[in-house]
């Protein structure tokens, strides 16, 4: 059903949560912590406040999670899909992941919705530079302020130009591919909704059950890789016979 739901769709939009990355060996957002983190809570850790009451444990968090980033690399799905967003078949990616490999694979059209790990930019004047530069202890910035992780940190609003490009792809969206979301963070779980609203199919690829799941047009529980993969066989079966 997904391979037929693909092929019909001319405007399909790809929402990706963490369980995309896990299955790259990238550890989510708690597993992350090895046991020297065990006593802190990471959600404090990646605050605002932290980044400036408690800044030398605030950077080596961030040099550990930049550190696991480098030694990862994009799935095999990744490429599935900057393959078809070239062949026109996706139209856009909406993520909430923040290690950049859906650019890495080939992507375009990626909207980032809580930044990225990949970069970071100076608190004060926004320079941006490479994420590199965390493992290099390059922490100030030619203007004396702190370079900080492109990502969004708590108590900082999401950013604008992402979020209103996911809005606007998902009510343009006539097949709406959730991979790897739990959906409980908005405002990604608004956009599948959004979708629905304006007519499209929703199909929901997850492991575990997510409370979106009984409105969607098709559930796959099972992992992300092996569905993109099974999907890229029917569909260059389906396309030798054309």
């Keep these: 059903m997904l391979t037929e739901l693909f092929n019909k769709s001319r405007h399909t939009v790809v929402l990706t949560g963490a369980g995309m990355s896990t299955e790259s060996g990238l550890p989510d957002f708690r597993s992350a912590l090895d046991g020297m983190w065990n006593e802190v ?19 080596r968090f961030y040099k550990q999670r930049i550190k696991k980033l480098k030694e990862a690399s994009p799935h095999p799905g990744y490429f599935h899909l900057a393959e078809w967003e070239r062949n026109g078949k996706v139209a856009s990616i909406l993520t909430q992941n923040v290690d950049g490999f859906h650019q890495l694979a080939g992507s375009q059209n990626v ?58 792809e998902a009510k343009k969206a006539d097949l709406f591919i959730v991979l790897g979301s739990s959906l409980q963070v908005a405002p990604a779980n ?53």
């Design 41 to 59: 809570d990471p959600l404090q850790l990646a605050s605002r406040d932290a980044m400036q009451y408690e800044r030398n444990m605030f950077v």
């Design 111 to 168: 909207a980032e919705m809580h930044g990225s790990l990949r970069e970071m930019y100076c608190d004060d004047c926004g320079e941006k530079s490479s994420s590199d530069g965390y493992l290099d202890d390059v922490l100030a910035c030619e203007c004396g302020g702190f370079n900080r992780p492109g990502v969004v940190l708590f108590g900082e609003p999401l950013p604008l130009n992402a979020i209103h490009q996911a809005k606007l």
């Design 190 to 242: 608004v956009f599948p909704m959004e979708a629905k609203r304006n007519g499209a199919k929703l199909v929901i690829v997850n492991e575990e059950e997510t409370d979106y799941d009984k409105i969607a047009d098709l559930v796959i529980h099972d992992q992300i890789g092996k569905v993109l993969a099974d999907l890229a066989e029917d569909k260059a079966r389906l396309d030798k016979r054309e």
